[in-house]
């Protein structure tokens, strides 16, 4: 929990950093577009189902209705974008994930800066990948968020318990590889998965708030960075680590 703190902690402290706050500031630009693209998902979506004809009546009449009642359709509308929103905007933070690493490493870990960048082909095979299992992990659990969506906090649960394992899982994998081999950062992450976990759940967090969520993707990459170093400078991981 001292890691995350402290990650949190220089992530805030350095947002006003000449190279950090140039990615910040693209990197908000690039997310808004992604915030276009999800609103644009999500009317498309809208539009199939109004546009889905139902062999019973009574369930296109109830569709009818729920889409027609404001409130319920605001719902749908901000649950499709909580699926929709964070792997969007992952995909365009890949653009800029390099450039997020080496303003944190330049600042806190000079001593133990990545000896290459990954480069924008892997980093979008990383992100695409990342983001398809957020939406189709997310899909497979709807029935779970429908049957617990009366039970106070249940839904709350499943959604933050997912999406920050997912979030923490993939935004470490993208830091983590420019330093240590795909096996090796999997074995590391599997010895700090309490760190990855609780990180993700700051960053799915990030995604939740308005405002902040545009900020997103860039703090996430951060925070997950400082985590990833701040464990290697425990002694039990230290010797191990491929630098």
Do not use: C
Request: charged share 10%.
């Amino acid at each position: 929990m001292k890691n995350v703190i402290t990650s949190l902690e220089r992530t805030l402290n350095q947002l006003f950093d000449p190279a950090f706050l140039k990615v910040f500031i693209w990197g908000i630009l690039t997310t808004l577009v992604a915030i276009v693209i999800t609103w644009a998902l999500a009317s498309h979506l809208k539009s199939q189902i109004v546009l889905t004809q139902f062999d019973w009546q009574w369930v296109n009449d109830a569709f009818q209705w729920l889409l027609e009642v404001d409130w319920i359709f605001n719902v749908i509308f901000f649950f499709l974008m909580g699926i929709f929103f964070p792997p969007i905007a992952t995909v365009f933070m890949s653009l800029y994930l390099d450039d997020i690493v080496d303003a944190v490493e330049g600042k806190y870990y000079t001593d133990r800066l990545a000896g290459k960048r990954l480069g924008m082909g892997h980093l979008a095979y990383l992100a695409i990948r990342l983001a398809l299992f957020i939406v189709l992990l997310n899909i497979v659990v709807i029935p779970l968020y429908i049957m617990f969506f009366w039970v106070p906090f249940v839904p709350l649960i499943i959604f933050y318990t997912l999406n920050s394992y997912l979030l923490g899982w993939g935004y470490y994998e993208m830091v983590a590889v420019r330093h240590l081999g795909i096996k090796e950062a999997g074995r590391h992450r599997k010895s700090i998965r309490a760190q990855v976990l609780i990180g993700g759940f700051a960053v799915t967090l990030l995604y939740s708030v308005p405002v902040l969520n545009l900020a997103a993707p860039i703090l996430g990459a951060a925070i997950l960075t400082h985590i990833f170093h701040l464990s290697l400078q425990q002694p039990r991981f230290a010797e191990s680590a491929v630098i």
